[in-house]
């Protein structure tokens, strides 16, 4: 069997009930291969924060259309890298992003905390009224106080240029209907620039000006849950391995990135000096600023890369359970807030629609209770009804969408009792949690293939630390199970099968090199004359000691005592027992579940203490021998893995009772021998034995590599005896 045959890195989702749409979302055609440049953010908004602080008076009349908040939060540079990292991670059946954590999402909370939008109110909808030029230029000859030229129409569009020409500095002793145009004329440009844009990259809709014609009525609508549907349609859209464009409230969405994943963030300088409220005269001061706005400061970049789509990906991939905020926003910053940021507040949680005219977008704010503080438990089936994406504008004219969706828009206005809530989180969730495994079954963990690296540019390890440590879950139970059904299984069948996992895992992470490496066992490599069949005893064995004590010696085996230092040595002789090199993977190889088969398991309260068979326990079987120190090992890596602590316990049903037996270590020191001279890199792959700080998340490749390593072969030698039927096993 060709080695790594049956066993291959598997991307996921195991369990295809939820993520029906994976064959055309555009990470499929990533991990087969297929080089995406990142996506091109379009925005057209830059003139309109050229214009610099705008007059108290406009500010005011932003502050009672809603708008207020998106302003002073200012303009923010757009990462094209980081929101295409994000789309890849953005699922259309669920309306979240798929992390290695859990499900996370944008919510109305965020928002409303980060923009200030206000998001409890009626919906953008009713009738968009297919007019000609004359009527669009008496409209905007009434709301904005001048009739655009002919040519700035493309229907009912307006073109972005024809508003920036025309309204640049509110001129001195402007009248109240002047301030009102260019209040207009800003809002639009927030609207057709960012926050409602379209692929246009130049155009806003006009149908959105006759909602502004009441300051006071527009600040009544939900604004906050208009952009959020946008933005779930840009999304959903940008999934499709054909798109190389998105548009929509996309500094939203990178905000909300920076606030919950610390490790892509850049690194704020100190704010900007705050300048007093502006005084309107005959008004109240201003009020603050909204949470978003303390991301409008310089940055420094010494700890973090960006613009680097590879980099994204692979950070997101090897992301773990502490380095996802769910909670960015304490008690203390929401208080903080002004009361526009926190004004809807009550339905932040609510499971409904989210409507802007043609676009209907299901927020499920159910998947992600833990950005609220609560429990998440397995959520419900949701049907966020992709097909509803076919429904736009086009050739709909003088179309009632309030009418068309007329089934969303009751579901909306029933919002405050569509709220849903959880008891508070207790502790953090680990992955032994039923929802983790639930979770990891269901969603995709990885992006990036390890197996096809680019050769320039940055490597990529997060698809190669999730193949070693899925091989060391599996290598695990694999031998945990083999022990305990004892001579029920072909030990040497389960040893060529440990050897194709760690033969597959060591390819994937392009450290094939180590296949014709050995590490030091601390005694000579087996050569044809230590393989050789034994010589045949001759005369009465003696009572006392003799073959009789060894076989009762050999019931027995130490614990796994990692030592301070191992060497490295290349091996004489090469394995020729394979019908195939171990270093030759097929390409298309069957996948195998990572995942826990079994509901039942349970902690083994020391790591040291090894459940023996009773029947094995009196045998001189090498290959048991060999699957007890391989499963030492497997303890100890999963167990020095950040994140991957609770694998180590996953079906491991034997009880520790009073057949348990704990083994000492030898006298030598070491793992039974296993590791024997010195290596100055022992550091970096066992620090925790070391006497150094265990390595963050990302170091922990390394013992893995060599762990891998160490195991393929052991097993050859363990296989090699076993093939001569000698007792000889390596200790």
Known sequence: MDAGQGHTLHPGPIDDSILTLQNH????????????????????????????????????????????????????????????????????????????????????????????????????????????????????????????????????????????ERFKTLPDGASEDTVKFYARAYILQLLGGQLLSDMSNNKVKLMYLPLLRDFEASGRLSWGSAVLSCLYRALCRATKPETSDICGPLVLLQIWAWERVPFIRPGRLSPRQQSPPDIVAGEHHLPAAPYGSRWNVGFKLESVGTHVLVLYRDQIDNMKDDQFIWEPYPVDVLASLPEYCLSGQRIWQTVSPLICFDVVEFYHPDRVLRQFGQQQNIPAICDTIPDIHLTDRRGRQNYDWAHHHRQFVDMWTDRHARIISARPIECPMDQSDPYMLWYRRITRLLIGNPVTRPNTGYQGVGGAVEAMAQSLQKIYHRATDAMHESYDVSGEDVLREIQDICAYSLRAAH??????????????????????????????????????????????????????????????????????????????????????????????????????????????????????????????????????????????????????????PRRRGGMSGYFVGASPGVNSYFPCISGQPSPAPSASFGPNVSTLNLWLHHSRGTLCCQNYMTTYSWR
């Open 511 to 664: 450290e094939e090199h180590r296949l014709t490496v050995r590490l030091d066992l601390g005694s000579p490599h087996p050569t044809a004359s230590q393989c050789a069949p034994p010589k045949v005893q001759r005369g009465r064995p003696r009572k006392r000691g003799g073959y009789a004590a060894e076989g009762r010696k050999r019931g027995s085996y130490a614990p796994l005592t990692l030592p301070t230092s191992f060497g490295m040595s290349h091996s004489p002789m090469q394995s020729n027992m394979f019908s195939a090199n171990a270093g030759e993977l097929p390409h298309t190889p069957q996948t195998w579940d990572s995942s826990m088969t079994a509901p039942e398991f349970q902690d083994t309260s020391d790591p040291n203490t090894m459940q023996l068979d009773p029947e094995t326990t009196e045998t001189t079987n090498p290959i048991f021998q060999a699957l007890a120190k391989i499963r030492d090992i497997c303890a100890f890596t999963l167990g020095t893995s950040s994140g991957d602590q609770a694998a180590v316990s996953m079906q491991d049903t034997n009880p520790v009772g009073s057949k348990t037996k704990r083994c000492r």
């Open 25 to 164: 979302h555009r990470s499929t055609e990533i991990w087969d291969g297929l080089d995406f440049e990142p996506l091109t953010c379009r925005r057209c908004d830059g003139h309109f924060w050229r214009l610099g602080s705008l007059d108290p008076r406009v500010q005011q009349m932003l502050l009672k259309a809603g708008f207020y908040g998106v302003y002073k939060a200012g303009r923010i540079r757009l990462d094209h890298a980081l929101i295409t990292a994000l789309v890849e991670r953005w699922r259309p059946e669920t309306h979240t992003f798929h992390l290695p954590v859990g499900e996370a999402t944008v919510t109305l909370q965020d928002i409303a905390v980060l923009w200030g939008l206000p998001v409890d109110g009626d919906p953008i909808t009713g009738v968009d009224t297919n007019r000609s030029m004359d009527e669009w230029q008496d409209i905007c000859n009434e709301l904005l106080g001048f009739r655009p030229p002919p040519e700035d129409f493309d229907r009912g569009r307006l073109k972005i240029r024809c508003l920036q």
